[in-house]
């Protein structure tokens, strides 16, 4: 038995050893940096995480922008801010670093707005243990912008940035998207048009060794009912029918019958409003209906979002929604908005294959275990959805480990500050080859 543990021990010893083995003289020199600018790294992140940069506080996304943007110049890159009062936000951060290379042109996505406005009772981070930090938008994603910037100073220190072309968009609206979308997200997308592979640094799932291959899109839906309105004495008669509730209510139980089942497809109903009059306001999405308990309800509004893992399964989502609706209940009709915004979906590819094979490579190699997909109802929409098609190849779900998002407990563990900028800047290294 002591021979096992002597042995054991000595595995453990050696084990890293083992794993640099599988690195470059460069790519131990990217790991190296890494660690000596690590502290430097957790101060700026705290930094950005005091600066209040919830999505309509222009200033202050703007601010955030400002501190990442220095940090990159030092670097080489050629930075600038792109205004964003086109489509009523703040705007976004760009950076460009043309490389001598002839590999991979890379873009990096990552935001600058968190979901905590001004009025929020949470401005400040705080630790809750050696490792773990509590603070808005730490994980989503402050924690996420400060290792692409890690990783492009590592890359720096190593001799190896100067090689490399690589354009990074931080948006300022990711959190809530400027209208119309089309400006909103143009320079991402233009952006896509010039890389070969995008690297998406929104938080995942929360679990460290998993990265995002296909990510579901979010769209809205508006379902509009209307029926005869009349005493209640008179309802399903021929004359007046069943009215507007029954027939949204029909329509509703109709969706979930046809389409629960489907893998990786939600749509859920978020607001209605039912009576004789009903109104919404798009700004506040309130809803306002009026009527009496005798009545037959003349006016439905319900409100909703439709998320599917591909075009071609929100399509045929779209298409089962729309055939339900046209089987009316007598005396009523009804017609569904799917609007022209939103988030597409991120469809998995053979190319996001291969690269979260390299990544999980890159992590490997450095000792940090094999890195695998997160199932796509685990995960939101997020920017890089927009440019998935755009590229070869591409991977999210970078960002730092973390848990609780979008809530006044949001965290971070801050051990994977370092491992996630070693494993990408790694993967970036080999990518640029």
């Not at 992140?45 to 922008?65: A, D, P, R, Y």
């Not at 705007?91 to 042109?105: D, F, Q, S, Y």
């Not at 070969?196 to 769209?219: K, M, Q, Y």
């Not at 009576?275 to 409100?303: C, F, R, Y």
Request: glycine residues 10%; aromatic residues 6%; proline residues 3%.
């Amino acid at each position: 038995m002591k021979y096992f543990v002597t042995f054991f021990l000595l595995l453990c010893l050696f084990l890293p050893q083992f794993a640099a083995a599988q690195l470059s003289r460069q790519e131990i020199k990217i790991a190296k940096a890494i660690d000596s600018r690590s502290a430097a790294a957790l101060e700026l992140l705290k930094i950005s995480v005091n600066i209040n940069s919830g999505t309509m506080n222009f200033e202050g996304v703007k601010e955030v922008g400002a501190l990442y943007m220095e940090e990159l110049s030092k670097l080489g890159f050629e930075t600038k801010w792109s205004p964003g009062e086109a489509f009523d936000r703040a705007g976004h951060l760009t950076a460009v670093h043309k490389g001598k290379g002839k590999g991979k042109k890379i873009l990096l996505i990552g935001h600058l707005d968190t979901v905590f406005e001004t009025d929020s009772k949470f401005q400040s981070w705080s630790m809750l243990n050696d490792s773990v930090i509590k603070g808005p938008g730490v994980s989503d994603m402050k924690g996420g912008d400060v290792i692409i910037i890690l990783a492009m100073q590592a890359l720096h220190d190593a001799g190896l940035l100067e090689e490399l072309t690589i354009e990074i968009i931080m948006t300022g609206d990711e959190e809530l998207s400027g209208d119309p979308i089309a400006l909103s997200k143009k320079d991402l997308k233009d952006a896509a048009l010039r890389a070969d592979i995008a690297l998406g640094f929104e938080d995942g799932d929360g679990i460290p060794n998993h990265a995002l291959v296909s990510r579901r899109g979010a769209t809205e839906w508006t379902l509009t009912v209307k029926g005869n309105a009349a005493h209640s004495s008179q309802i399903f008669t021929d004359a007046v029918g069943n009215g507007a509730i029954y027939e949204a209510a029909r329509i509703l139980q109709a969706f979930y019958d046809s389409l629960s089942k489907e893998e990786n497809l939600t749509f859920s109903p978020g607001i209605i409003g039912g009576g004789g009059q009903v109104s919404i306001d798009p700004l506040t999405n309130s809803v306002m209906a009026s009527g009496k308990s005798n009545i037959v309800a003349s006016d439905v509004i319900v409100k909703g979002d439709l998320r599917a893992v591909s075009t071609e399964q929100l399509e045929k989502a779209r298409k089962i929604m729309s055939d339900i609706i046209a089987k009316n209940y007598p005396q009523t009709s009804a017609i569904i908005d799917f609007g022209d915004g939103g988030y597409p979906p991120m469809t998995l590819t053979d190319g996001n294959k291969k690269l979260l094979e390299a990544y999980s490579k890159a992590s490997m190699d450095l000792g940090f275990g094999v890195v695998t997909a997160v199932p796509p109802r685990k995960a939101g929409a997020a920017d890089i959805s927009f440019v998935a098609e755009e590229v070869e190849m591409a991977l999210d779900g970078l960002g730092i480990a973390g848990a609780d998002g979008h809530t006044i407990n949001e965290t971070a563990n801050l051990n994977y500050l370092t491992i996630d900028a070693k494993r990408v800047a790694v993967l970036m290294a080999r990518l640029g080859r």
